[in-house]
Structure formats: C-alpha cells, structure tokens
C-alpha cells in the first residue's frame, strides 16, 4: 500500500528553521496517513475531502470578521436594492418591522424597590410618572435630531435598517438651536456606509495611534469590547460629496466615562462570537431571491406580450410593415472627415399594443410563437421558492404571503412560529437598543433636578435598580379572540400566567394602568345610574355570596328592566 505524503507549505517553513523538526513533523503526517488507511478516518462524512461527492466543494474556517467585513459593502448595495424592487424581500422586511416594532416598543417600568429601600405605594408612583414621562417622550419628535419621526418611529426607522443593512448606528447628541424643543437628548441615526475603518488602517489591523485593533470602522479593546467608532462626515454614496470633508472618518468615543452614558449606540444582530459588524437579513438568501424575482419578471412580461398581438394577416396590395426611422441625431447622415457616410441601419423596433391588428403584403411572412401563458407550472415553483425563503427567514410562507387559505389549526401554527421570532428580536433589538434610549432619557431627568434619584451617577447598581424596565410591543393577531380569552383566564387562575403577561401579549399595553382607567370608568358608569352588564368573564363574585350588582334571582329589578328596554 503506497503512502503519497507531501510537505505543505507549513512543514516547508518548519524545516527551513529546523530541518530535523521538519523530518519528524513529516514522518508524524505519514504515520497518521498510513494509520488512516487501513482504519478509516471515521467521523463525520463531511469533514472527508477524499469522496467523491465532496469534490468542488472548499470552505475555509475563518473569523467573524473575516466572514463578514470583507464585500460587504456590495452586499448591503445588494440588499438595499432587493428592499426597493424584489417583492418578497419588501414583503419580509415590512413583516418584520410590522409585527417586531409596530406602533413603537413601550416602557413598562419595573423599579427594584426592595434594593432601593422603597415602600410598594413609592414604588407604584415612581413607576406611573416615568411611564407617562417617557411615553410623551417617546411620543415627541425630540427623540430624532433631524425632527422626522418620533421616538416610536425612530425605533422602526433603526430596525429596518439594522435588518436591511446589518447595521444601525445611533449618536447621543444635543441639539441646541432647535425651537419648541423640550428634551435635550436627541439621536442621530447613522447608515452602516459611513462606518470604516482610517485610510491607513487595514480591516483587523493595529491603529498606530491608539494601538487597538480596528475592524469594519469599529475600535475595540483586549477583550473585544467597542472603545470607539470611526464615522464618515457624509454618506459615500451622497448625492454630492464634500471635498472639506475627505474620506477620513471622524473617531468617536463610545462611552462618556465621567458619567457613564453612551456616546454611540451599535445596533446590530450578533450571531458569532468576536463579531464587530452585522449581517443584513437578507444577505443569504440574496442570490434565490433574484433569480426568482427576475423569473416572475419574466413570466409577467411573457403573459403580457401573448396578449398583445390579436390578429396579423396578409392581403395582397396591403401596406408593408412601416421600416424603422432614421432620423438626424439616431442615424441618418453623418460627416466625419468631411465626407458623408449612411450609418448603419438600426434593428426595427416594432409597438405592440393590447388587441393590436397589423396588415402586412402578401411576401412578407411573420411567425408568432405561443408562448402559453399564463404558465400553470410557475406557481408551484413560486411557492416552493418562497417556502425555502420563509424558513431561512423565520417567517413562515402563508404570514409572508399573508395568504392564510389552509386550515385554522395551520394558520394558528404560522402565526405563532412568527411570533416567535419576533418576541426573539424585541429582546435584542430593546437590550441594544431601546434599553439605552431609556437610560439616556432618566439620566437627563436626574441632571436637570426632575428626577431625584439618590445613587444614580455613584452607583451603577442603585442605577440598574432605577431603570429596571420590560418592553412590550403590539399584540398578536388572534384568530379565535373567545376561545383564547378563555384559555387565558384558565392559566391565570392557575397561577401559570399573570395579568400583565397576558395583557401585554394581546394589547402591548400595561395590566395597571388597565386596571386605573377601567376603574375609572366604572365610576364614571356607576355615576351615571347605568346597569352594570354581568356577563361571562366577568368579575367573579366575592366568597359567600354574589356579586353586589347582580340580582337575587334570574328576573333583573323592575327599575333596571325598564332601563334595559329603554
């Protein structure tokens, strides 16, 4: 049995050092070849480059970064194009940042009273007043730097990017020259295009003058952790370019160290460990999806040209088809040298109309292929396509189509594998991103004397306490709203869910203030002399008897009656 070991470019570089280290390095490979080929080498199939059906395929291990910075700037081109002009990636995108964010992601303060030394009434008030301060807050255009948007807007605004692109970057600034202002803090919102690295500094490589490694523009410690972020002053694909500004990025420093604040949010998806930039969620699936939208392109403009041209026949004497024009400035005659020449005749370009008649002389002849169109085999194909993209994506195919036509029990199963993955990225997009908008929010309060928070700015414990907060989005779409409900008010009486659980899966919004204004209101309904409704599901009646407003017996009151039949 022959052993064919060669020396690769490692053991040649081990044996220019060292060519006794080089000799045995090569004798231990060809022990290992020999040992493998009277045992086998076991293990999983597809790390064996030897069978056949491995041949062609070449991968490389390679770094978070190395797999991602490297073309991703045609990647993020790409996939913004996709986001502009490929219907199923409009469709998946405006899924997401539909069911994710919505109306907006809303704070539900959750103060750790006990660590604070506050009472439950304390802790009750502080919760209320920062709720209806930052929900005005988030409700205002002071949120955005450039007064677009809202800060729920905002936050829909930062997704889609960071799903578009792979990256949102987030700047704390503080407008001063902005009238009808209220708030100070503000955000300027960053495109993943003008993060880079220095003119000087290769991707990975050391920055001489900080001596930190840079990687896609982000500067990171021993530890991988972001000490700063070098941003262009402009976009480089602006509709015109500054030459003042220059192509040399502007370094930023993460964090405020005196107060502990972030200077520059980076939002983005991490998926792999030493990561420093995102992947955009369509970037795997970029090449199928425009083959398949170029495909309904195609089939679109064969449909509709099989239905242009109704009749063409011939007659004897009839006028020919009309010759393509050459007109001055398209053809026609040119001078070059001061001699005149014929340019070349154009193909004849012919305007197809709907139901169009053309007459053509007896010698001419045209063959018209039938395409058959409409195709019955493109919609099954279509489907297919999109169901592989849904999965990849997260997103079912009948809630990215939003073509519910299977049964209830399927419908019900997409829905809630959608929402699965959207209350995955409410937690990661409210930790990047919403978690630090509220920090900067509370934190200006407290400089500013409203909010008196003793510990704030001492101590980052007492400060995690004062923020403690859950974010909670827009419900989800019921199908069967009745049988839910009762589903619902099972697993609450047994302790498995709570009120604001519940609530905020089926409203977004908080079980509390629920129970202030619908006290409020029964008040109100009760002031009024209005008969309160006993319905089922309502409140249950106290123990020992039942509940004050329900009559004795099954015949209501005779002054409540005649206010039913009024």
């Known amino acids: 049995m022959a052993i064919d070991v060669r020396p690769n470019l490692l053991d040649r570089a081990v044996a220019w050092f060292s060519p006794r280290a080089g000799a045995e390095r090569l004798a231990g490979r060809a022990a290992i070849s020999a040992s493998t080929s009277m045992f086998g080498t076991g293990g999983y199939r597809g790390g064996q480059g030897d069978r056949q059906k491995r041949r062609g395929f070449f991968a490389r291990g390679r770094s978070a970064n190395a797999d991602?910075?490297?073309?991703?700037?045609?990647?993020?081109?790409?996939?913004?194009?996709?986001?502009?002009?490929?219907?199923?990636?409009?469709?998946?995108?405006?899924?997401?940042?539909?069911?994710?964010?919505?109306?907006?992601?809303?704070?539900?303060?959750?103060?750790?009273?006990?660590?604070?030394?506050?009472?439950?009434?304390?802790?009750?008030?502080?919760?209320?007043?920062?709720?209806?301060?930052?929900?005005?807050?988030?409700?205002?255009?002071?949120?955005?730097?450039?007064?677009?948007?809202?800060?729920?807007?905002?936050?829909?605004?930062?997704?889609?990017g960071t799903i578009t692109s792979g990256d949102m970057i987030k700047l704390r600034v503080m407008p001063e020259d902005q009238p009808g202002r209220v708030h100070a803090t503000a955000w300027k919102l960053i495109e993943a295009d003008r993060l880079c690295n220095p003119p000087t500094v290769a991707d990975g490589a050391i920055d001489p003058t900080t001596g930190r490694q840079i990687a896609g523009g982000v500067e990171t410690d021993e530890w991988g952790a972001p000490v700063a972020y070098h941003i262009l002053k402009q976009h480089p694909g602006d509709l015109m370019l500054r030459l003042d500004d220059g192509l040399i990025p502007e370094r930023i420093e993460a964090w405020d160290r005196k107060l502990a604040l972030p200077r520059v949010v980076h939002v983005f998806k991490r998926e792999r460990p030493e990561q420093d930039r995102g992947v955009g969620m369509l970037a795997t699936i970029i090449e199928p999806l425009k083959m398949i939208s170029d495909a309904s392109d195609a089939e679109l403009y064969a449909t509709v040209m099989s239905a242009m041209i109704a009749v063409v026949y011939k007659s004897r004497g009839a006028q020919p088809m009309p010759e393509p024009d050459y007109g001055e400035g398209e053809g026609g005659v040119s001078v070059e040298g001061g001699e005149p020449y014929a340019a070349a005749p154009e193909p004849s370009q012919y305007r197809f109309e709907a139901g169009s008649i053309m007459e053509i002389d007896s010698d001419s002849d045209v063959e018209i292929k039938s395409p058959g169109r409409p195709n019955s085999a493109f919609d099954p194909f279509f489907q297919a396509i999109v169901r592989q993209i849904g999965a990849a994506l997260g997103i079912p195919a009948g809630a990215l189509m939003l073509m519910f036509n299977s049964s209830y029990t399927a419908s019900k199963a997409e829905l809630e594998a959608l929402y699965m993955q959207v209350r995955a990225d409410r937690a990661w997009f409210a930790s990047d991103d919403c978690a630090l908008t509220y920090l900067c929010f509370v934190a200006e309060q407290v400089v500013l004397g409203h909010y008196v928070m003793p510990g704030f700015f001492s101590d980052l414990r007492v400060r995690a306490a004062w923020l403690g907060a859950n974010w909670r989005g827009d419900g989800k779409i019921s199908l069967n709203p009745l049988q839910e409900a009762k589903g619902f008010e099972v697993q609450e009486a047994h302790g498995w869910r709570t009120g604001e659980d519940i609530t905020a899966e089926l409203t977004g919004g908080s079980f509390r203030e629920n129970i202030r204004r619908r006290g409020a209101e029964h008040r109100a309904w009760v002031a009024e002399g209005l008969p309160v409704p006993t319905t089922a599901g309502a409140a249950k009646a106290p123990a020992g008897g039942k509940p004050d407003n329900e009559p004795a017996s099954d015949e209501a009151p005779a002054d409540k009656q005649e206010n039913q039949d009024a």
């Open 68 to 160: 991602m910075i490297p073309g991703s700037d045609r990647l993020r081109a790409e996939q913004r194009d996709a986001a502009m002009n490929a219907p199923i990636a409009v469709a998946a995108l405006n899924r997401m940042v539909t069911f994710t964010i919505g109306t907006g992601l809303m704070a539900i303060p959750a103060i750790d009273g006990e660590a604070l030394g506050l009472t439950p009434e304390e802790v009750d008030a502080w919760q209320r007043r920062l709720a209806i301060d930052f929900d005005a807050y988030m409700a205002s255009k002071d949120v955005d730097a450039e007064r677009k948007s809202t800060g729920y807007g905002l936050q829909a605004v930062a997704y889609r």
